[in-house]
T-cell receptor, first 109, second 114 residues
Framework: GQNIDQPTEMTATEGAIVQINCTYQ??????LFWYQQHAGEAPTFLSY??LDGLEEKGRFSSFLSRSKGYSYLLLKELQMKDSASYLC??????????WGAGTKLIIKP | IAGITQAPTSQILAAGRRMTLRCTQD?????MYWYRQDLGLGLRLIHY???????GKGEVPDGYSVSRANTDDFPLTLASAVPSQTSVYFC?????????????FGPGTRLTVL
């Protein structure tokens, strides 16, 4: 079967750095997405990785290791508005998106 | 309108009733999708459409049907609602098919079936 694993919940402090991990076992791989979803709202796109390595975009960075079936999302200089769920999704061999259950990130002052 | 809209925002429905969730996008995207999101589970694909006039089944299509008469609209119909269809429903679109394009999501419809 296909599986995406993320921690259910994480807590971090305002101004700190947090790393949200995602491991996957899928039938094939054609890329990995990270989306942000605030409570009661729609998911919005954060990043897309298809090659190994780190992609940096402002305070957010996303890393991929295809050989390890692993990705992480790194959030720096945390702000209260970063409190949200972060969804990892993998594009499988059929070009279908397989979604993880999401990681709820709680930011404390 | 800009982006994707969904209607209604929320609905309480008696079991056995028929219900259509509406979705409209104005970005001229080819691909559209319907997902349901339940607590503790990832987004699950119900149906999708790669282009106007075509539709396909996703991971959890039973009890749902869709149509794509034109580029902009992609309604989802529950023929006879059951309590297990209580969920938040998101419509999404992407410029192209193939899964590697960013998907843009509507605001969601919260459906409760009693």
């Amino acid at each position: 079967g296909q599986n995406i694993d993320q921690p259910t919940e994480m807590t971090a402090t305002e101004g700190a750095i947090v790393q949200i991990n995602c491991t996957y076992q899928t039938s094939g791989f054609n890329g990995l997405f990270w989306y942000q979803q605030h409570a009661g709202e729609a998911p919005t796109f954060l990043s897309y990785n298809v090659l190994d390595g780190l992609e940096e975009k402002g305070r957010f960075s996303s890393f991929l290791s295809r050989s390890k079936g692993y990705s992480y999302l790194l959030l720096k200089e945390l702000q209260m508005k970063d409190s949200a769920s972060y969804l990892c999704a993998v594009v499988d061999s059929n070009y279908q998106l397989i979604w993880g259950a999401g990681t709820k990130l709680i930011i404390k002052p | 309108i800009a982006g994707i809209t969904q209607a209604p925002t929320s609905q309480i429905l008696a079991a056995g009733r028929r219900m259509t969730l509406r979705c409209t996008q104005d970005m001229r995207h080819n691909a559209m999708y319907w997902y349901r999101q339940d607590l503790g589970l990832g987004l699950r694909l119900i149906h999708y459409s790669n282009t106007a006039g075509t539709t396909g089944k996703g991971e959890v299509p039973d009890g749902y049907s869709v149509s794509r008469a034109n580029t902009d609209d992609f309604p989802l119909t529950l023929a006879s609602a059951v309590p297990s269809q209580t969920s938040v429903y998101f419509c999404a679109s992407s410029p192209r098919t193939g899964g590697t394009d960013t998907q843009y999501f509507g605001p969601g419809t919260r459906l409760t079936v009693l």
